[in-house]
Each structure stands twice: as C-alpha cells, then as structure tokens.
C-alpha cells in the first residue's frame, strides 16, 4: 500500500530497499520533543488566525500532548513505514482524534517543520555545552588559583623553554574554553529565528502570524527568507565547526595529560576513577579516559567534514541529502558532552606533583634566557651578544654536566667578564617566574589577576 501521508498519486508502496534508504526514524526519533513543541506553536498560531477552529485545535493540542506522554513513557512505537519522526507523529495523532489531524499540516511543510524541530534541538545543545564549558573552566580556575605558584617547565617543541607554573598553564585553557563558550554563545545568537512558515520554499497564501510561532518557540525573530530557511544548515555546521575546536582543545590537553602521568614525566598523578589497569601488567595505571577525549576528537571532525560536504553541492531549496545532517550532529553532539565532562572530572581529581614539576622544571637550562635578559639589564649587552655569551655558558654548563647555577664565577667571568655573582639570583626557576610580570606572563602576581578577571565574568 502507498504511504498515507503522500500516498494519493502512488498505486503502490516503496519497495523494502527504498523505504531502508528513506527513513530517518531510527535517528530522528530524537526529535520528538521538538516536533510536538513546534506542532502545538503552529497549530495554536493557524486557530488564533481563524485558519483551524478552536475545536480542532483543542483537539490537535489534546492529541499531541498525550503523544508527548506515550512517547515518554516508551509505550509509543515507530514505524520505518512512516519514514520520520514528523509523520509518525501526525498519523498517531490521526489514529488519536480523527479528521482534525489532517488540519495540522495547513501552511506547512516538513521542510520547515525539520529545519525548526533540528534547529531547537541544535540551540538546547548548544546551551548544554556552554553549562559544561562553564563547569569545566571552574575546575581549572580552582586548579589554577591552588597552583599560582606551582613551578613547572614551560615547553615549545616539546622541549623544555622556561619555567612557568602550573597555575598558568591551567589559566591558557581557560582562555581556550572560554573562546569556545564565546562562539557557542555566538552561534546561539546567530541561529535564533524560527523557520516554521517557510513552508515547502515559497511560504503560504494562509494568513499565518510567523511572529507569533517564533515567540512562542523562544526565538528572537523569524528567517526572512522562506527559500534559505529550507535550504539552510548552516546552523548545524556552525555547531559541528564549534564543536570541533572544543574538541580539539579538549584533545590537545588529553595528550597533555597522557604525557603528564608517564612515569617518566610524573608531573600529575590521575585518581583511579579517570584510569584503567592493565590485565597483563600490575604495575600499570593507564589514561584510558584522556586517550578516549583525544580520540573523540577524531569523530567530531568527521562528522564536520561528512556534513559539509553533504551541503557542498546542493541546490536550493531542500534536498533529501539534507536527511544526512542529523546524524552527524548528533554523535559530536555526543560525544562532545561526554569529552567536556570527563575532562572536567579529570581536571578535578588529577594530584599535582609539585617536587616532580620543579626539578623538572630547573633542568635543561631552562633559565637560560634569564641570564641572557641579565647580561642586556646590568651589563648593557645587545640581547644578540648576551644571547651567544648565554650559549657558550651552557656549553660549559653541558661539558660539566651541571645546572647553571652549579658553575662556578670563575668560570663564567670567563666567558664574560661584566658577569658578577649577582646573576646567581636570577638563575633559579622561582626568580624567573617572578620576574615575568608582564601582562598575561607566568608571575604568580600576574596569574591572580587572570583568575580574578576570569571569575569576574558570568
Ligand atoms: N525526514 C526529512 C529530513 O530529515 C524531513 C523532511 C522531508 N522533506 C521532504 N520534502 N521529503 O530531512
């Protein structure tokens, strides 16, 4: 038999195959909660124009909310027969209350109806992620007013540079995830117009009041033009793009933890509830949790670059190409959620080891470009010249195998004979911490400030 909701020009059914490669229930049945709360704005709007009675929409609202409920309850069953979520609804609403159902779809389309169920559900995420983001920069505020002063080596190519603190490598992820709850409150804005009333592409000749839908689905306004409404993902792809970035600077610091907690850096202890052991192995204690962010990573930029090029070849208006976008969406979506809040737990539970991150931190002549700066202030060298004097002093420094601050005065007089022992005073990685004190630098003076402008913000 033909489908009942657009069945009237077929005289038979869609083979099996097709109704497999056509239905989107399995995923958008999601999208329920949207689907009613826009069905019940329409058809509240179509009665207060006099398009549907009173009656009737009683009775359509009734029907809805009691399909809200079976649904909820589980008790509601789908059927890939009825392809999506939007028309599994209106025949249940149709075996509900009779002909009155058939009024629902007036000045509609699936069209608008899945770009606005889609675009409620992307905005609610949306909200989801900027609460989790928030929670997860808390956790690394905390961590970092506890570890203002904690020393640790700074790395660029994973070699050691300078000394900074630990405090201060927490505050750079602030201003990561700060960015990204920035842009997702961004996008939030961006997307906040309601496409219900495109209808197929072209709008209605119906009286309908879209001002009135949009206000009561919570959005500012709606889309100005009922071509693009249709047509129009971009809302997906900025959340799948936003999420992206998120992800990769969850996954930069996922492999910044799983480096962290090698024995051989032994810069952070994780606790046992972000780690795993190994079945072969007892002494081993492995991130399978930081591995597993990073990892997300990999899903999430997929899921941004099958959507975009779903979208790329399109021509307007909707294309049943479109259906792809969910799916995509969904799974970062999921996976997004999940990174963020095992990132916040981990942050949360990780022990610092201060001794380990110190001696770490005084090791490979990491001061060296504090005794460089010393050789411009108070010996009046071009930094090119304290630069090569600097050099040629951790030479001797590796011939001897010693720290900087373990070579005698004799010997570095030497080299240069403007150094005094006074240089001695900047070669330790708290006075190069200390000293650091200009805006955004690693001084646990400047750092507090950071924090302080970070909890000022809502
Ligand atoms: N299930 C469809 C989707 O997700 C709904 C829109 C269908 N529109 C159409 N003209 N066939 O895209």
């Given amino acids: 038999s033909s489908n009942q909701m657009w069945g009237g020009r077929f005289a038979s059914g869609p083979a099996s195959i097709m109704e497999e490669i056509n239905a989107s229930i399995g995923f958008d049945k999601k999208l329920y909660a949207q689907d009613i709360r826009g069905s019940i704005a329409h058809a509240t709007m179509l009665a207060q124009q006099g398009i549907i009675s009173a009656e009737d929409k009683d009775k359509i609202v009734h029907g809805l909310n009691t399909i809200l409920s079976e649904i909820e309850a589980g008790a509601f069953e789908f059927s890939r027969r009825l392809e999506d979520i939007h028309m599994n609804i209106e025949a249940r609403l149709a075996a509900l209350i009779g002909p009155a159902a058939g009024r629902l779809h007036t000045a509609r389309s699936r069209n608008d109806q899945v770009a606005l169920d889609f675009r409620l559900w992307v905005k609610e ?114 959340f799948l793009a936003i999420a992206a970035i998120a992800a990769t600077h969850l996954s930069r610091l996922a492999e910044e933890i799983v480096i962290w907690s090698t024995p051989q850096f032994g810069f952070i202890r994780l606790s046992d509830a972000f780690s795993t052991g190994s079945s072969i192995m007892p002494q081993k204690k492995n991130p399978d949790a930081a591995e597993l962010v990073r990892a997300k990573t990999g899903r999430v ?146 750092v507090r400030k950071q924090i302080a402008w970070w909890r000022a913000r809502d």
Wanted: aromatic share 6%; hydrophobic share 45%; charged share 25%.
């Fill in 125 to 238: 995420e949306l909200q989801k992620a900027d609460a989790a983001l928030t929670a997860l920069i808390a956790a690394f505020l905390d961590r970092a007013e506890e570890h203002a002063e904690t020393v640790m080596p700074g790395f660029t190519h994973l070699q050691t540079a300078q000394p900074v603190t630990f405090g201060h490598h927490c505050m750079a992820y602030v201003e990561m995830f700060g960015r990204d709850r920035a842009r997702v409150r961004h996008a939030i804005e961006h997307m906040d117009e309601s496409p219900i009333g495109a209808a197929a592409l072209a709008g209605t000749g119906f009286p309908i009041d879209r001002h009135m839908t949009a206000r009561a689905l919570g959005f500012r306004e709606p889309t100005r033009n009922s071509i693009d409404t249709v047509s129009d993902r971009d809302f997906a792809l900025e």
């Fill in 301 to 446: 930029n997929g899921s941004l670059i099958a959507l975009l090029t779903v979208m790329k070849g399109l021509p307007l208006a909707y294309s049943k190409d479109m259906q792809e976008d969910k799916e995509q969406v969904f799974d970062a979506a999921e996976s997004l959620e999940l990174a963020i809040a095992a990132m916040t737990g981990m942050v949360r539970d990780l022990t610092v080891r201060a001794d380990r991150m110190k001696s770490a931190a005084g090791s490979g002549y990491s001061t060296a470009t504090d005794l460089a700066d010393w050789l411009v202030r108070e010996a009046g060298l071009p930094f090119r010249d304290a630069h090569h004097v600097t050099g040629r002093v951790v030479a001797l420094a590796e011939e001897k195998e010693c720290d900087l601050a373990d070579l005698p005065l004799g010997e570095l007089q030497a080299i240069h004979s403007a150094i005094t022992d006074k240089v001695f005073g900047v070669l330790t990685v708290e006075a190069s911490v200390a000293s650091r004190t200009s805006f955004g630098g690693t001084a646990p003076s400047e």
